[in-house]
């Protein structure tokens, strides 16, 4: 059973360009959460989506920022006009429905130059 | 609100010793309790949690750790640490309504010294 997958692994943009992240759940997972890890910081909490449906966003900015998670395919965190602040670790965990623990990906670790 | 304090930011000890990471939490609801590893450019791994029922939990590589609800806290211990152990250690919280964010301490960097 495959864990959860992350595309890129690393990212360079330079700022005021777009980026796109990728996570696909592991499967049977329908539950999608997105972190950031910034330098000397813990992980903080972006948001939680299910299928089609953003469930919790109280960790996201509120500019720049979106997620989705389509019917099919996976899950995309989009930064738009990124900023040298935005560099950071991004991490995608899942869990199935009615489970507490959560599975995390190896991260996409994202420059702005 | 949840939030978790891990005491030490850095735990140096040498190969074969025993080793305990600190983690305290604050809640007004019940809470699930879980101890992540980081290697260096890797994800978190799940080392354990707690749901419920006994407080001691064991988990991957020999690690185990204590539920104490009225300390308020869920210490990570390991009796003999092999150099492999050389990680970073988060603990989180969550509550108990399945699907909600975890919570995370800012890490402890363990170190294994030969």
């Known amino acids: 059973n495959a864990g959860v997958m992350q595309n890129p692994r690393h990212l360079v943009r330079r700022r005021g360009q777009e980026a796109r992240l990728r996570c696909s759940p592991m499967?049977?997972?329908?539950?999608v959460y997105w972190y950031r890890q910034l330098p000397e910081e813990g992980l903080k909490f972006m948001v939680y989506?299910?299928?089609?449906?953003?469930?919790?966003e109280s960790g996201m900015p509120k500019e720049r920022f979106s997620a989705e998670f389509p019917k099919e395919g996976p899950s995309i965190l989009r930064i738009q006009q990124v900023v040298r602040g935005d560099s950071a670790a991004y991490f995608c965990?899942?869990?199935?429905?009615?489970?507490?623990?959560?599975?995390f990906g190896p991260g996409t670790r994202l420059t702005v130059t | 609100a949840q939030s978790v304090t891990q005491l030490d930011s850095q735990v140096p000890v040498f190969e074969e010793a025993p080793v305990e990471l600190r983690c305290n939490y604050s809640?007004?609801?019940?809470?699930?309790l879980f101890w992540y590893v980081q290697y260096p450019n890797q994800g978190l791994q799940l080392l354990l949690k707690?749901?419920?029922?006994?407080?001691l939990v064991k988990g991957i590589n020999g690690f185990e750790a204590e539920f104490n609800k009225s300390q308020t806290s869920f210490h990570l211990r390991k009796p003999s640490v092999h150099i492999s152990d050389t990680a970073e250690y988060f603990c989180?919280?969550?509550?108990?309504?399945?699907?909600?964010?975890?919570?995370f301490g800012k890490g402890t960097t363990l170190s294994v010294s030969s």
């Open positions: 965990a899942s869990s199935p429905a009615g489970r507490y623990e959560q599975y």
């Open positions: 499967k049977g997972h329908s539950h």
């Open positions: 989506l299910q299928k089609e449906n953003i469930i919790d």
């Open positions: 809640s007004s609801v019940s809470v699930y």
């Open positions: 707690y749901l419920s029922g006994s407080t």
């Open positions: 989180a919280v969550t509550t108990s309504q399945a699907g909600t964010a975890l919570i």
